[in-house]
C-alpha cells in the first residue's frame, strides 16, 4: 500500500518545525506502525535525506516508548494499543496520516517525533516509591493482601509512563498517570506508611512540572494502552485532599 | 490556614474549591427553583413566600453576600484551572485532537459559565433591583392580608408574558442544564466519589440533577408565555 504522510520535522528544541508531507510506497499491512516508519526512513537515507526521528524501545506494548499522536488520537485508532502495537491494516491504500509528538509544555520536543518525558520520572522520584530496608526477600505470605486489592493494585501499576493521557487531554493534565503511580502504592500494604507524604509530594511535583488540570473529559481512560481507569484520579484526589488539609505526614 | 491556601493554590485543590462551591450553588439553585415554583399556586402564595423573604432583614443580606461569595470562589477557582490548562499545552495539534469520550456539556463549561454569570447579573437587574426590565412589569403592589406588599407575582406574569424577555430566561437555563449536568457528576469525581462501580449513577445523576432544574425552571417562563397561567 501507498500512503500520504503528514510528519511533524523539528530539527531540534529550538527549531520552530512544521509538517511535511512525505509519499510512504511499498508498504504491507502486516507492518506494524513503526516497521512502517523504518522503511520510509531507509528509503529517506537512500535518497539522502534525514531519517524521522521517533522513540521506540521493547516494540512489545510494554515499555512506554512509543508514543504519536496519530490522525490526532494517541497512539492511533486501535484501542487499548501502543503505536509500536498498531497494524499497518488499520488503515487503507492511499490514506492520508498525520504523525505529530505529544503536545505539553511538561513534554518539550528533542527532534521530529520524539519528545522528553523526564517530567514523568520527577513525578516518581517525589514520592513514587516505598522506602524499606533492603536484604533476604520477605516470605511471600508475610502480608497478606485480598485478591480484589492485589488486583486493583495491579491494574494501576500496569501503567508504562507512556505519557498517552497528556497528550490526549484537552487540559494537557498528566492525573492518570500520577494517579496511577499513587493507586498502584495506595492499594498494598507496603505503600500505606508514606501514603499521604506520597500524594502530596507527587501532586506538587507535577503541577511544577506545569501539566493541566483535570476537567472529567475522561480521554485519557479512552487511548490508555494499557485501559487504566480514571477511578484512580478519584482516588488520588481523595488521597491528596484528605493529606493536605488534614497535614498528614 | 497557610496549609489551605497553599492546597488551594494547587491543580487539585482548586477543583476541589470548584466542586465544593459547585455543591453550595447546585442546592441554593434547587431551593430557588422550589421556591419559585409556588407562583403556581397563585398571587397569595408567591407574594407571601417573598414577603418572607424580604422581612428577614439583615438575615437576607448575609445570605446574599455569602451567596456572592461563593459564586466569586466557583469563578476564580475555574479562571485558575483555566489559566493553568491553557499553558500546559502551549502549541497546538496541526491535526485537530478527537474527541473520544468527553461530552459538549463537558467541552463548554466555560462558555456556559460566563453565559449564567451573564444571564445571573441580568436577573438581578431585572427581577431583584428592577433596573432592567423590558417587560416593564416591576414595582407593582398587591394587598396580601390586609398588608401591602411587593407584588411578585404580577411581576413574574408580566414579565414572561414579554415573548423577549421570557426568551432570554429560556435560553439561559437551558445554558444552566448544560452546565449543571456535566458539573453534578464531575464533582462526585473531583471529591472522589466515584468509582467503576457507581460511574452510571453518577452521570445519571448528573444529568438528572440538570432535567430537575431544566423542567421546573423552564416551566415558569413556559406556562406563562403561553397563557396558561395567570390572569
Given at each position: 500500500?501507498?500512503?500520504?504522510?503528514?510528519?511533524?520535522?523539528?530539527?531540534?528544541?529550538?527549531?520552530?518545525?512544521?509538517?511535511?508531507?512525505?509519499?510512504?510506497?511499498?508498504?504491507?499491512?502486516?507492518?506494524?506502525?513503526?516497521?512502517?516508519?523504518?522503511?520510509?526512513?531507509?528509503?529517506?537515507?537512500?535518497?539522502?535525506?534525514?531519517?524521522?526521528?521517533?522513540?521506540?524501545?521493547?516494540?512489545?506494548?510494554?515499555?512506554?516508548?512509543?508514543?504519536?499522536?496519530?490522525?490526532?488520537?494517541?497512539?492511533?485508532p486501535d484501542g487499548a494499543t501502543t503505536t509500536c502495537q498498531l497494524h499497518m491494516r488499520s488503515f487503507q491504500d492511499g490514506d492520508a496520516i498525520y504523525m505529530e509528538p505529544w503536545r505539553a509544555r511538561a513534554f518539550p520536543v528533542i527532534r521530529d517525533l520524539m519528545v522528553d518525558r523526564s517530567s514523568f520520572d520527577r513525578i516518581v522520584e517525589a514520592g513514587g516509591y516505598v522506602s524499606v530496608n533492603a536484604g533476604a526477600a520477605p516470605d511471600a505470605h508475610a502480608n497478606l493482601i485480598p485478591k480484589a486489592e492485589a488486583d486493583l493494585a495491579m491494574d494501576a501499576a500496569a501503567c508504562i509512563g507512556c505519557g498517552a493521557c497528556v497528550a490526549s487531554c484537552p487540559n494537557g493534565s498528566a492525573m492518570l498517570f500520577v494517579a496511577a503511580k499513587i493507586g498502584h502504592l495506595a492499594h498494598l500494604p507496603q505503600g500505606q506508611p508514606e501514603r499521604a507524604r506520597r500524594a502530596r509530594a507527587m501532586v506538587a511535583q507535577m503541577d511544577v512540572e506545569g501539566f493541566g488540570a483535570c476537567s472529567n473529559h475522561f480521554e485519557c481512560e479512552a487511548v490508555c494502552p494499557k485501559e487504566i481507569p480514571v477511578r484512580f484520579i478519584a482516588e488520588m484526589n481523595r488521597d491528596f485532599l484528605k493529606a493536605s488539609l488534614c497535614g498528614q505526614e | 490556614m497557610n496549609r489551605t491556601a497553599k492546597t488551594l493554590r494547587s491543580t487539585i485543590g482548586a477543583k476541589a474549591l470548584m466542586a465544593v462551591t459547585g455543591v453550595a450553588l447546585l442546592l441554593f439553585v434547587l431551593g430557588h427553583m422550589v421556591g419559585n415554583l409556588q407562583?403556581?399556586?397563585?398571587?397569595?402564595?408567591?407574594?407571601?413566600?417573598?414577603?418572607?423573604?424580604?422581612?428577614?432583614?439583615?438575615?437576607?443580606?448575609?445570605?446574599?453576600?455569602?451567596?456572592?461569595?461563593?459564586?466569586?470562589?466557583?469563578?476564580?477557582?475555574?479562571?485558575?484551572?483555566?489559566?493553568?490548562?491553557?499553558?500546559?499545552?502551549?502549541?497546538a495539534y496541526e491535526h485537530a485532537r478527537q474527541d473520544l469520550a468527553t461530552s459538549y456539556a463537558a467541552r463548554t463549561m466555560l462558555v456556559s459559565g460566563v453565559v449564567v454569570v451573564l444571564f445571573l447579573i441580568y436577573h438581578v437587574l431585572h427581577f431583584t433591583v428592577g433596573a432592567v426590565d423590558f417587560a416593564g412589569s416591576y414595582g407593582g403592589h398587591a394587598d396580601l392580608d390586609g398588608t401591602e406588599v411587593h407584588d411578585v407575582y404580577g411581576m413574574v406574569i408580566?414579565?414572561?408574558?414579554?415573548?423577549?424577555?421570557?426568551?432570554?430566561?429560556?435560553?439561559?437555563?437551558?445554558?444552566?442544564?448544560?452546565?449543571?449536568?456535566?458539573?453534578?457528576?464531575?464533582?462526585?469525581?473531583?471529591?472522589?466519589?466515584?468509582?467503576?462501580?457507581?460511574?452510571?449513577?453518577?452521570?445519571?445523576?448528573?444529568?438528572?440533577?440538570?432535567?430537575?432544574?431544566?423542567?421546573?425552571?423552564?416551566?415558569?417562563?413556559?406556562?406563562?408565555?403561553?397563557?396558561?397561567?395567570?390572569?
Open positions: 500500500m501507498n500512503l500520504n504522510l503528514h510528519v511533524w520535522r523539528q530539527s531540534g528544541p529550538q527549531d520552530k518545525g512544521r509538517m511535511e508531507q512525505i509519499q510512504a510506497t511499498g508498504i504491507s499491512a502486516d507492518m506494524s506502525f513503526l516497521e512502517m516508519l523504518d522503511k520510509v526512513n531507509e528509503d529517506l537515507i537512500a535518497a539522502g535525506q534525514e531519517p524521522i526521528a521517533f522513540d521506540h524501545d521493547c516494540r512489545e506494548g510494554i515499555c512506554g516508548t512509543c508514543s504519536l499522536m496519530i490522525n490526532g488520537v494517541a497512539h492511533g | 407562583v403556581f399556586g397563585g398571587r397569595d402564595m408567591l407574594n407571601k413566600y417573598a414577603h418572607t423573604l424580604q422581612s428577614l432583614g439583615p438575615l437576607l443580606w448575609v445570605i446574599r453576600g455569602a451567596l456572592l461569595a461563593i459564586l466569586l470562589l466557583h469563578v476564580w477557582a475555574a479562571l485558575q484551572v483555566t489559566r493553568a490548562n491553557r499553558a500546559a499545552r502551549p502549541v408580566g414579565g414572561f408574558k414579554h415573548l423577549p424577555t421570557a426568551l432570554i430566561y429560556v435560553v439561559a437555563n437551558l445554558i444552566l442544564v448544560m452546565h449543571i449536568a456535566h458539573g453534578a457528576a464531575s464533582l462526585l469525581q473531583t471529591l472522589g466519589f466515584r468509582s467503576q462501580a457507581n460511574a452510571g449513577k453518577v452521570r445519571a445523576f448528573g444529568l438528572g440533577f440538570g432535567v430537575l432544574i431544566g423542567i421546573g425552571n423552564l416551566a415558569m417562563p413556559l406556562s406563562i408565555m403561553f397563557g396558561m397561567v395567570g390572569d
